[in-house]
């Protein structure tokens, strides 16, 4: 008989993650997009195609997690594990069992994203930790080096500025988000790719300063997220770019909640 699969849903205000686990291992992930009009039955259709077609051999489903940062795709999803995989999805909130410690003023105002971040740093890694996710938002969370999550800070992401720049100045449109040629833009196009890239850059590096001098220890700074690579490329600041620590959270949280 063949081992149940986990599948592990992050979904986020422009992109939902899925993955599907084999114990703690992640046999493949996926990106696509948060339609906020979505069904449970075309949800149920997109990830049984993924199963399907998309992981060799197809997994059995025994289990769903979910965090979710977008209130009106919860119950969608969770109608999917429901009709499509017969069980009952486990929501993220916090008022599950973590390893990691919730230090925050209210732990209820904690996206479920940030807790499963912070909970797959204390399964992965040693000592106090800043975390940075490159989302809809730019994220930064906070771990002790006692597994504490004391909180962060939250700041507009790469893509939002982009999108809202383009919107408000009429002479200006929507860039590529990549490195331009030069730091010196000698066109619209390379200007406005240089002042989002390096611009974000800058902030992440004067906010994390500022909080290490605060937390008063030295942390491992982890990137991740959907442009944390190409932010990454760019700078020295981060010890380790892990593309699915919001997943592997979801994972650790799932093996101990279930």
């Known amino acids: 008989m063949k081992t149940p699969y986990l599948?592990?849903?992050?979904?986020?205000?422009?992109?939902?993650?899925?993955?599907?686990?084999?114990?703690?291992?992640?046999?493949?992930?996926?990106?696509l997009s948060s339609k906020h009009?979505?069904?449970?039955?075309?949800?149920?259709?997109?990830?049984?195609?993924?199963q399907?077609?998309?992981?060799?051999?197809?997994?059995?489903?025994?289990?769903?997690?979910?965090?979710?940062?977008?209130?009106?795709l919860t119950p969608v999803y969770q109608e999917m594990a429901r009709r499509y995989f017969h069980c009952e999805a486990i929501v993220v909130t916090c008022d599950l069992r973590f390893k990691v410690k919730i230090k925050t003023d209210d732990?209820?105002?904690?996206?479920?994203?940030?807790i499963a971040n912070a909970e797959a740093f204390v399964h992965k890694y040693d000592g106090a930790?800043?975390?940075?996710?490159?989302?809809?938002?730019?994220?930064?969370?906070?771990?002790?080096?006692?597994?504490?999550y004391l909180g962060g800070a939250i700041a507009p992401g790469i893509e939002t500025s982009s999108a809202r720049l383009s919107e408000r100045?009429?002479?200006?449109?929507?860039?590529?988000?990549?490195a331009p040629?030069?730091?010196?833009?000698?066109?619209?196009?390379?200007?406005?790719?240089?002042?989002?890239?390096?611009?974000t850059i800058g902030q992440v590096e004067g906010i994390i300063r500022r909080i290490t001098d605060e937390l008063g220890e030295k942390p491992t700074i982890i990137a991740t997220g959907g442009l944390a690579s190409t932010i990454a490329a760019e700078t020295n600041l981060f010890d380790a770019v892990d593309d699915t620590l919001t997943?592997?959270?979801l994972c650790v949280i799932y093996k101990n909640n279930r």
């Open 169 to 178: 100045a009429a002479r200006l449109f929507k860039v590529k988000l990549e």
């Open 37 to 50: 009009t979505l069904t449970a039955d075309e949800a149920g259709i997109l990830i049984g195609h993924l």
């Open 7 to 31: 599948l592990a849903i992050d979904i986020g205000n422009t992109t939902t993650v899925a993955g599907f686990y084999e114990e703690e291992r992640l046999v493949n992930f996926f990106r």
């Open 129 to 148: 930790g800043i975390i940075v996710d490159f989302g809809t938002a730019t994220t930064f969370d906070v771990i002790s080096a006692a597994g504490e």
């Open 107 to 114: 732990p209820r105002q904690v996206g479920a994203d940030r």
């Open 181 to 199: 040629r030069r730091v010196i833009g000698a066109d619209t196009e390379d200007a406005l790719k240089s002042g989002l890239l390096y611009g």
């Open 52 to 72: 399907n077609h998309q992981v060799q051999p197809r997994p059995v489903i025994g289990g769903v997690i979910i965090c979710s940062v977008v209130p009106s």
């Open 247 to 249: 997943l592997f959270g």
